[in-house]
């Protein structure tokens, strides 16, 4: 973005965002009140969500044109605001539903970033199966009404203000990316390292070539590196345009391909993670003697 | 190489749904939320995944992403297994319930006395009956798990 | 007799016991009632050994003295038994360290060599004043352990009885064979600890385990004078020991009593240091001899067996403390202000002990305060500075162990005939119950009040002699003018007169004045021992009236013993009664006593020797002796019989006196507020102090990581996501600084 002056006034009103993200958090969730102060404080809590949700977006980074801005600011809003919704919902199933919508959110954020199938998959996969799997041990283990445990939390404000600290801690490492790693920690691309062994022909070749190791050599500090100063042969500062194949109509053919073809032996090893899964499910829940399951019955009011 | 401005929202936004997906588990006691908090969390990382990889025009973060998926459902099977036994034992899917790791000497923690709840119980929709109403076990009927 | 090496003898006489200890120590468990045979047959070789080397010594000192009609010192050479501790260069004199330590020092000082080293070796010595003092000690043990062997019959502490007695035995010989006055030092408290250990002998008695306690520590105000006294010995002299050394270079070490020393006229350091050094060796002697002010102890210390008591607390290690000032001779010779101060307090604890006898009713008590006075007596002779006073001690010694040690015996034939009881009002008349004991009981008092021809009269007489002597000189100038040579018991120099400027008698010193206050002094000192010897005669004889006279009463304790003793406790008694009966008359008519001593190596000193007069029978002194003993005895028997009841009761005539008396003049009252009260207040505190502040804070340490503890075990609530809260917050703040630290 802009030199040291602009990151240090967004360095600010990012530091206002996550102080009013915490205060949010911090009223937003259950803390054993009722009544007056309940609502109030809800209230008060979902006005300075908003207000941090509209400072995080004001820092936030143009896009091209309107229309992208507006159909990623949809979605986000809807997958951060689902996300706020499902914590701090007392009931729990509530807490599903809301998480659903997060769901959708966040299906459409991948989406836009380009990843179609995983778009999809998230639809299908997390609010089709995963989903109605809690809603069931929710139907099975829930009791009526409200209970206690539902209503309180456990260290309300320390866990606000961890969230919010760290938040604003990514955030900040996010915006920094824009101004280049730190010079203790400048990594560099895979084609400046390569540049003597190999000659990358393409653009897709290269882009595959530069990514991997950077990828595979970030170092654990928050300032990420993958931003090195020189690309071989190629220019530095402007973003480079999206590699054309992953936006291309065949993506989940060609994603199809790259899983199956680098990736069969970790495919493998995930269907055999499935299969143990199942296999140990089923184990642990046949070791429970029968009288001992659901022996002590939900209570019809709050536990 | 300065990532896009879509790939640092994107980022943005992964880390938003993390981080409110550990306010989630830090704070609230019910276990099945905090597993659909630490769902929540695992959303976040792929949405920074699929950034990244966007970035890097690499298809890596996408595979990572269907592992974590798939490690997703495994998880959420095992767990959800271990939740039932939790409340064979207790009675109360409440984390609080687990106290037993405390020092020797210290009491249970127990919740104070909270104000009376001014969520009504809910009132479901009473159909008219139609027709013979079928015969009911009492018995059964109080025995039905109720959401 | 064994014809051995002297030294082997003298060896001999101190180690028999020790091995006749150990034995019993080890074996007397085994050998049950028999337990008794390693103490006493060690005893008896001991005595045997002892009598054997007074008898050579004695056969050499009279060979002596036929050649030269002087006595010359005699003494063995000591023998060295093994060298304890050498330091090299351990003192240098005040001349090279230019310490101002007064005239008398730095004068003495510049004598000695230049760095002295600290030696001392396990040394023995054997002279006229050891033998006899060997010869007595060994021979009452083996009649008291006799005499025990029946005594102590049914005790279930047999062993440790006899194990105990050797082992004192072992302890006094040492102490008056050492030639060295640190291994004085050593063996003073060893029979300290002997008489603790005998006194509480039934530790489980409450009264005999609090007496034993009381006799310790009142010893150790005594032993603390003997310390710094052997300091100051050490700082004056460069040496410790007795004899003459040698230094590595061969040059001479003047020993204290060596015979270098002896002979020098100047040998003595007189003034501040050296009477400071007399009073404290006093002060020692006065704590082991029972002596105003320390002689609270001694008769609580009946509370131990009766042979014990005859042993140590009457013919043994209560002498202690005259040998000791005996031995010291030329040191107190060489400053006469510690020597009155010695006559002083040893007739003043006399004529005090006596009054406080006059009113005991246990007859132990009676024995005890009368052991007392006779040692006052003894150190009232030996404050007189003169050979004939210092002899005369001795021989008042020897003759009051044998007697004393007969009445103590005596009243322990009675304690075991009466079933433990002492107190006098409740017998009477046992001359028909036991005979014996009646009869040896009887001579023993003869010889204790002073009536001729027994012991004590002959003893007692010298020392009133000598006190006269100091109180009127010129009676007895003329004696000693008119026979400078015939049966002369001093030391024939013809530099003699040289040496009468020294001496106390001289007018021609110029300190006529001193020499007048003096003699008034030990005028008054004559008047109260003679009126002492009345009080003697009379408590003496009270005791016995009361308990042997009038009609025969046994107390209900008494059970079946009320019989006479058996033969092993009688025959003890009939021995000493001879020696009481016997010695007294012959030591004193062939002098052989007074000219044996006279060849020890310290009162051969000159300025002792000086002082030597003529042996000669004082007849009024004699006739005055014996009216006030027969003046005593009489009023006992007025009293007793007159009133065909009890006995004498003092208390009638004594008025408001009685109750000063009977309390023993509130002195153990007046310790008791003065030092008692104050030390148990001071104890008190140390102790509140130890409980509240130091093992507060000892506390207070201990409960800092309690504390801790009880603050940070809260965190562990067995929540587990208030630990994953913590953890996620301590991740944060990682981040954070590293991010800081990051920054640009």
């Known amino acids: 973005m802009s030199p040291d002056g602009g990151l240090s006034i967004v360095g600010t009103v990012l530091a206002v965002a996550v102080g009013c993200a915490a205060a949010s958090l911090w009223l937003l969730l259950p803390r054993g009140e009722s009544g007056l102060r309940e609502r109030a404080a809800r209230r008060f809590g979902m006005l300075l969500g908003a207000v941090a949700l509209g ?26 605001i689902g996300a706020a919704a499902t914590i701090v919902t007392r009931s729990p199933v509530y807490s599903a539903i809301w998480f659903a919508l997060a769901l959708a959110g966040v299906a459409g954020v991948l989406l836009v970033l380009g990843a179609q199938f995983l778009g999809v998959a998230t639809i299908v996969v997390y609010a089709g199966a995963i989903l ?9 283990a829930q009791p009526t009404g409200m209970a206690s445990y539902d209503r309180v939390s456990n260290e309300p404000l320390l866990s606000a203000v961890a969230g919010a600290v760290l938040l604003g801690l990514l955030t900040l490492f996010i915006g920094r990316l824009s101004a280049g790693p730190p010079s203790c920690c400048a990594v560099p691309t895979k084609a400046a390292a390569l540049a003597g062994a190999n000659r990358p022909t393409d653009e897709s070749d290269e882009a595959d070539a530069a990514s991997e190791p950077a990828a595979a050599d970030t170092p654990n500090t928050p300032a990420l590196a993958g931003t090195p100063s020189a690309a071989a042969g190629s220019s530095p500062t402007t973003h480079r345009p999206s590699p054309p194949d992953m936006l291309a109509r065949d993506h989940v053919a060609r994603l199809g391909g790259e899983l199956f073809g680098r990736h069969l032996l970790a495919v493998e090893a995930a269907g055999v993670l499935l299969l143990v899964a199942l296999i140990g499910s089923i184990a642990i829940v046949s070791r429970t003697p029968p009288e001992e399951r659901l022996e002590a019955r939900p209570r019809r009011a709050s536990a | 190489m300065t990532p896009a401005p879509l790939v640092l929202d ?8 993390f981080a409110l997906g550990l306010v989630g588990i830090l704070a609230r006691r019910n276990l099945i939320v905090m597993f659909l908090s630490a769902e929540l969390m695992l959303q976040g990382v792929s949405v920074s995944l699929v950034s990244w990889s966007r970035h890097h025009g690499d298809w890596g973060g996408q595979m990572l992403v269907i592992f974590v998926l798939t490690v997703a459902a495994c998880e959420a099977a095992v767990a959800l297994v271990f939740v039932l036994q939790a409340f064979a034992r207790t009675g109360r899917l409440d984390s609080a319930a687990w106290q037993s790791l405390r020092e020797s000497n210290l009491p249970r923690v127990v919740d104070h006395e909270l104000p009376a709840s001014d969520a009504e119980a809910l009132q479901f929709p009473r159909l008219t009956p139609a027709g013979v109403q079928p015969e009911i076990d009492e018995d059964e009927a109080l025995e039905r798990e109720h959401v | 007799m064994v014809d051995l090496d002297p030294k082997t003898l003298l060896v001999l006489v101190p180690a028999l016991p020790l091995a006749g200890a150990i034995l019993t120590v080890a074996l007397g468990r085994l050998l049950g009632p028999r337990a008794h045979w390693p103490a006493v047959l060690s005893i008896a070789a001991a005595a045997v050994a002892a009598v054997t080397l007074l008898v050579g010594l004695g056969r050499e000192v009279a060979s002596s003295a036929d050649h030269d009609h002087a006595a010359s010192p005699v003494e063995l050479t000591p023998v060295t038994l093994w060298q304890w501790a050498s ?34 070796g396990i040394d023995l010595r054997l002279d006229p004043l050891t033998a006899v003092m060997l010869a007595v000690i060994t021979c009452v043990g083996l009649l008291v352990a006799i ?19 050797a082992a004192f035995v072992f302890s006094m010989a040492m102490l008056v064979a050492a030639s060295n006055f640190l291994l004085v030092y050593v063996f003073w408290e060893a029979v300290g600890a002997c008489s603790y250990l005998l006194i509480g002998f039934w530790f489980r008695k409450p009264s005999a385990s609090a007496a034993a306690k009381k006799a310790f520590l009142v010893n150790r105000v005594g032993d603390f004078g003997l310390a710094v006294a052997v300091f100051l010995l050490w700082m004056t002299y460069g040496t410790l020991n007795f004899h003459d050394t040698l230094l590595a270079d061969g040059s ?26 007399c009073l404290l060796l006093l002060l020692a002697a006065c704590g082991k001899s029972a002596q105003l002010p320390l002689h609270v102890w001694l008769p609580d210390a009946m509370e131990g067996p009766t042979p014990a008591s005859a042993l140590i607390h009457a013919a043994t290690m209560v002498t202690a403390g005259v040998y000791l000032v005996a031995r010291c001779a030329p040191l107190y010779v060489a400053c006469p202000a510690a020597l009155t101060v010695v006559s002083i307090v040893g007739a003043t604890t006399a004529l005090v002990a006596a009054l406080i006898g006059t009113v005991q009713n246990d007859l132990k008590r009676v024995l005890a305060y009368s052991t007392i006075s006779q040692l006052g007596y003894m150190f009232a002779s030996l404050g007189t500075g003169t050979l004939l006073g210092f002899t005369a001690a001795i021989f008042h010694l020897v003759t009051h162990a044998f007697f004393k040690a007969l009445l103590f015996l005596g009243a322990g034939s009675v304690m075991h005939a009466m079933g433990g009881v002492i107190d006098m009002r409740r017998f009477g008349g046992l001359r028909r119950v036991m005979p014996i004991t009646a009869a040896t009981f009887l001579v023993g008092s003869l010889a204790l009040a002073g009536i001729a021809p027994f012991a004590g009269f002959f003893s007692k007489d010298e020392i009133l002699a000598s006190l006269h002597a100091r109180g009127w000189p010129d009676a007895h100038t003329e004696h000693h003018d008119a026979d400078p040579h015939e049966g002369h018991a001093g030391l024939d120099l013809p530099a003699a007169a040289a040496f009468q400027a020294v001496s106390f008698r001289s007018e021609s010193d110029g300190s006529a004045g001193g020499a007048d206050e003096s003699a008034s002094t030990f005028r008054t000192l004559y008047w109260m021992s003679l009126f002492t010897a009345f009080l003697t005669a009379f408590y003496t004889f009270r005791a016995v009236f009361m308990t042997f006279t009038g009609p025969t009463r046994v107390p209900d304790e008494a059970g079946h013993h009320a019989h006479e003793s058996p033969p092993v406790m009688t025959w003890p008694l009939i021995v000493l009664a001879v020696a009481a009966t016997v010695s007294g008359w012959w030591l004193f008519s062939t002098h052989a006593l007074a000219d044996f001593l006279a060849a020890t190596p310290s009162l051969t000193a000159p300025a002792v020797a000086a002082t030597a007069t003529p042996h000669a029978f004082h007849l009024d002194l004699a006739l005055q002796g014996t009216f006030a003993a027969v003046a005593g005895i009489v009023l006992a028997a007025a009293g007793h019989f007159g009133r065909r009841s009890d006995g004498p009761q003092p208390e009638r005539y004594l008025g408001p006196f009685e109750t000063l008396f009977a309390h023993r003049f509130f002195i153990d009252e007046i310790y008791t507020a003065l030092i008692v009260r104050p030390l148990e207040f001071v104890a008190m505190l140390s102790a509140w102090f130890d409980r509240s502040v130091v093992d507060g804070l000892v506390d207070f340490v201990a409960r800092i990581p309690w504390g801790i503890g009880a603050v940070v075990r809260r965190l562990q609530s067995g929540l587990v996501q208030r630990y994953a809260v913590a953890g996620a917050l301590g991740t944060l703040l990682i981040v954070l600084m590293l991010a800081w630290r990051l920054r640009g």
């Open chain 2, 10 to 17: 994107g980022l943005v936004v992964g880390a938003m749904l």
């Open chain 3, 252 to 277: 001479p070490l003047p020993g204290i009593l060596g015979m270098e020393r002896l002979a020098d006229p100047s040998g003595y350091v007189a003034g501040g240091v050296g009477t400071a050094i």
């Open chain 3, 87 to 120: 330091i090299p260069d351990a003192y240098q004199p005040a001349a090279a360290t230019g310490l101002d330590l007064g005239d008398d020092l730095a004068a003495k000082a510049e004598g000695l060599p230049a760095a002295i080293p600290f030696t001392i």
């Open chain 1, 132 to 140: 109605v799997m809690f809603l069931f041990v929710l139907m099975l």
């Open chain 3, 147 to 165: 005499y025990s062997i029946g005594y102590m019959h049914d005790d279930p502490g047999y062993p440790r009885f006899f194990a105990l007695v």
């Open chain 1, 55 to 80: 400072l995080f977006v004001a820092t936030g980074h143009r896009l091209g044109g309107v229309g992208e801005e507006a159909t990623f600011l949809v979605v986000s809003l809807v997958a951060v």
